[in-house]
């Protein structure tokens, strides 16, 4: 028989909400402060990522044309 979640103890301390709501709220002021650079590092990663794979796409390209070239 799997026992069910309700039967195990309730592990959660209570100092778990306290920490995430302070948690939430240092991290909202921190994104409302570094909004532009994270908008310019989320735009930086995404072209990073299809430079990526673009490259990854050539390469894939070339390894499916050697073959024939043989």
Known sequence: PVPSPLTRPF???PVSLFTRSLTHSFARSLVRSHTRSLVLSFAR???FARTLSFACSLVA???DRSPARS
């Open 45 to 47: 990663t995404l072209s």
């Open 11 to 13: 592990a959660r301390p």
């Open 61 to 63: 390209r070339s390894l």
